[in-house]
């Protein structure tokens, strides 16, 4: 079972068998959470940090760092080598957006997206 979701999870480009070991050793629920609960126990679901009318920067933070660092790489390298990704990228560029901020919302699309392939296989 284990083999069966390490094999779906290394199809997508930019995914390579040290990320799919962190995130199937650090997050063994994946595939059974939604959207929102993947995004945010891997730790980049984005926070506000507001108070009345003040409203201060979006941030990420908790969840779980390990599997949050394989997502970082698995998404550096996806933004160069997965065609997906790399659009999605250039969009948020184009957009504005800082390239930290860019990779970080690739990070999220991506633990969303392997969690949906991981659905199927959820028990």
């Given at each position: 079972?284990?083999q069966?979701?390490?094999r779906a999870?290394?199809?997508?480009?930019?995914?390579?068998?040290?990320?799919?070991?962190?995130l199937?050793a650090e997050?063994?629920?994946l595939?059974?959470?939604?959207r929102?609960?993947?995004?945010?126990?891997?730790?980049v679901?984005?926070?506000?940090?507001?108070?009345g009318?003040w409203?201060g920067?979006?941030?990420?933070?908790g969840?779980?760092?390990l599997?949050?660092?394989?997502?970082?790489?698995a998404?550096?390298?996806?933004?160069?080598?997965n065609s997906?990704?790399?659009?999605?990228?250039q969009?948020?560029i184009?957009?504005?957006k800082?390239?930290k901020?860019?990779?970080?919302a690739?990070?999220?699309?991506l633990?969303?997206l392997?969690?949906g392939i991981l659905?199927?296989l959820?028990?």
């Amino acid at each position: 079972m284990l083999q069966n979701k390490a094999r779906a999870l290394q199809q997508v480009a930019g995914v390579g068998p040290k990320t799919v070991v962190s995130l199937l050793a650090e997050m063994p629920e994946l595939g059974a959470l939604n959207r929102g609960q993947a995004a945010a126990l891997a730790g980049v679901a984005p926070h506000a940090r507001e108070s009345g009318r003040w409203q201060g920067k979006r941030f990420i933070g908790g969840g779980r760092p390990l599997a949050r660092k394989a997502l970082y790489m698995a998404a550096l390298v996806g933004s160069h080598h997965n065609s997906f990704l790399k659009a999605r990228y250039q969009h948020l560029i184009a957009r504005g957006k800082a390239p930290k901020v860019a990779l970080v919302a690739l990070m999220r699309h991506l633990i969303i997206l392997l969690n949906g392939i991981l659905k199927p296989l959820a028990t």
